[in-house]
């Protein structure tokens, strides 16, 4: 348990742009590479669905990016931005604001158009998506009220990329995370909640940051437990052994979950 690190670490040594930089280039040597065009192609599906939209959608964990957003905005007339750090809310700011040396993500913006069907210029969906966050708030999911003290009301949609496996020091403590989420989204609404399965581990520059293992049998007890009910369950077992020295995961997952009508939230444990 000791490998853990957690919010201190993560307030401390997370690197924002040696985050971006391993894992968001959109380049082949890039690790992330995969992951992007996983769960772009699958949230662009989502959200062109129809099913999916509504006012407001808050990103729970979002760090210093923006990527998970980029289809959800043509749905979703408001987006919040939260995360723990405030190098990472800065650095999502100035990307907000277009200043100068931060991070270009003009190579996934086209990506999602395409995918898309290039119904929108890259250039307008960027400002789309700019003008579509209005806040970028603190969060922390191991808190009952995670962007305590401000108190926000419900959600339509609630989205969370990478977070949870990261944020949390073992199944347990992802159980609670997943209520504490939960509250913030109303009865009816979707989370689209998406990460790593089989992982320990990943760099961020030359720090070593942890992760707690999840199966998918692990994840969909959760999401039921917390009272949703599983829409969709999209994996992709990975092939790749290059990246090994950043972190040791064997697939990816994305899944899309409603949060039931009942009122009732379902297993406490
Ligand atoms: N969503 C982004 C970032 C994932 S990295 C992406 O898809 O790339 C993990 C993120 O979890 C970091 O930004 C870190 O600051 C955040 N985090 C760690 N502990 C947290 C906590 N207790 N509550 C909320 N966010 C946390």
């Known amino acids: 348990m ?5 919010p201190e670490q993560y307030q401390n040594l997370f690197d924002p742009k040696a985050y971006l930089d391993d894992y968001y280039r959109l380049e082949g040597d890039c690790m992330g590479d995969e992951y992007l065009r996983f769960s772009l192609k699958h949230l662009a599906q989502i959200y062109s669905s129809g099913k999916v939209k509504g006012e407001t959608l808050i990103d729970i964990g979002s760090g210093p990016t923006i990527y998970p957003l980029l289809s959800a905005c043509e749905v979703y007339k408001n987006i919040i931005c939260t995360d723990f750090t405030d190098r990472n809310r800065e650095e999502l700011k100035a990307w907000l604001t277009n200043q100068p040396g931060s991070f270009d993500w003009s190579p996934v913006v ?16 960027e400002d789309h998506l700019r003008r579509t966050i209005k806040q ?3 969060c922390d ?6 962007t305590d003290p401000v108190v926000l009301p419900q959600a339509d949609g609630l989205i969370s990329f990478l977070c949870f496996e990261a944020a ?6 992802y159980v609670s995370a997943l209520n504490n989420i939960t509250t913030l989204l109303k009865p009816g ?21 942890s992760g707690i293992l999840l199966t998918e049998d692990f994840i969909k007890e959760a999401l039921r437990g917390a009272g949703y009910t599983i829409v969709s369950f999209e994996r992709s077992d990975t092939t790749e052994e290059s990246f090994q020295d950043k972190s040791n995961f064997n697939a990816l997952y994305l899944v899309l979950a409603q949060k039931k009508c009942t ?7």
């Open 2 to 6: 000791s490998d853990f690190t957690g």
């Open 110 to 125: 086209k990506l999602v158009c395409q995918l898309e069907g290039d119904k929108v210029p890259w250039t307008e969906k």
């Open 136 to 138: 970028v708030l603190k």
């Open 141 to 146: 999911i191991l808190e009952s009220n995670p």
């Open 168 to 173: 949390c020091k073992d199944q347990p403590a």
């Open 189 to 209: 609404g979707y989370l689209v909640l998406s990460g790593v399965l089989g992982n320990t581990y990943y760099m961020v520059g030359k720090v070593k940051f």
């Open 263 to 269: 009122g009732l939230k379902g297993g406490s444990d």
